[in-house]
Structure formats: structure tokens, C-alpha cells
């Protein structure tokens, strides 16, 4: 007959494993849950965080794309003012022609972020007037209302006091 020793079998209502060895057992537990559930939640953030940055880096990449195009159309502006020459016009209007797909290409890409289109607005609106006077002066030079260097001159030195803060806009 097998003798039962008071050790193999617990009494009723007593635990299997003593204190001492189960709430070590159940703290690891919770810990690894919340360990668990901080790597998920920071694996999450930072997902978000990475494709926000991807999201500016192109965003940058495209105004930096716009901004070197609106810098060609106003180098063939120039170009054209101080040699008359009509090989100017043609880079002239390339570069006018695409700066409308690059700004409609920037405020899709800035559909979500109200604060990024407004100032993306204003920057058409800036880059409108420019056009503008740019195309102004291309016909002024065609009338030949102006001596070549001229608007060039007064550009110049408008772009200078504007830097120093002595004129507006």
C-alpha cells in the first residue's frame, strides 16, 4: 500500500504552491504583458512617425522641385532682358508651363494638413504675381519700352532692399 505523506496532498482550501513561489510568478507575468504592450504601442508610434517624415521628405522634394523651376523661368527672363535673344523665351515658358502641375502636385500631397495648403496658397498666389511681372517686363523688353539693363537694375536693387528689410514685398 502506498503511504500518503502529508506533503504530496494539500488540504482543502490551501494553495498548491506556496505564496512565495507564485506572486514572483504572477508579477513577471504582468510585467511581460505591459513590456509587451509598451512594444507594440511604441512599434505603432513610430510607424506613424517614419511615414510622417517620408511624407515631408517628399513634400520638400517637390518644393525644392518648384522652387528650381520658378529660379529657371526667371534666369531665361533675365537671359532674354540683357541679350534679346529669343532662344530665352522657349526655357522661359517650359518653366512657366511647369510650375502649375508642380503646385497642383504639392497641395494633393498636402490635402490633410490645412496649415501646409494655406501657406502652399500663398506661395501660388506669390509665385502668380511673379509670373506676372516677369511676363510684364518680357513684353515691355518686345515693345522696346526699356533700355536692357534697366528692369534688371531696379529688380536688383528692389531684391536688395527688400533683404535688408527697407521695402515691402
Not at 540683357?82 to 497641395?107: D, G, M, T, W
Amino acid at each position: 500500500m502506498a503511504s500518503s505523506t502529508p506533503e504530496n496532498k494539500s488540504a482543502p482550501g490551501q494553495a498548491l504552491l506556496p505564496a512565495r513561489l507564485w506572486l514572483p510568478l504572477v508579477v513577471a507575468a504582468v510585467v511581460s504583458v505591459a513590456i509587451l504592450v509598451v512594444a507594440e504601442l511604441s512599434q505603432r508610434w513610430f510607424s506613424g512617425a517614419q511615414a510622417g517624415i517620408g511624407h515631408g521628405l517628399i513634400l520638400r522634394a517637390k518644393l525644392l522641385q518648384l522652387e528650381k523651376t520658378v529660379v529657371e523661368a526667371e534666369t531665361a527672363q533675365r537671359g532674354y532682358l540683357l541679350s534679346r535673344k529669343p532662344a530665352y523665351l522657349e526655357p522661359f515658358q517650359r518653366s512657366v508651363e511647369a510650375i502649375r502641375p508642380q503646385q497642383r502636385a504639392l497641395l494633393d500631397l498636402a490635402y490633410q494638413d490645412k496649415q501646409v495648403r494655406d501657406r502652399l496658397t500663398e506661395l501660388s498666389e506669390l509665385i502668380a504675381l511673379k509670373l506676372s511681372e516677369m511676363e510684364r517686363t518680357i513684353k515691355l523688353a518686345n515693345a522696346e519700352e526699356f533700355e536692357r539693363g534697366e528692369i534688371v537694375r531696379n529688380e536688383r536693387s528692389r531684391k536688395q532692399l527688400r533683404l535688408l528689410g527697407l521695402i515691402e514685398g
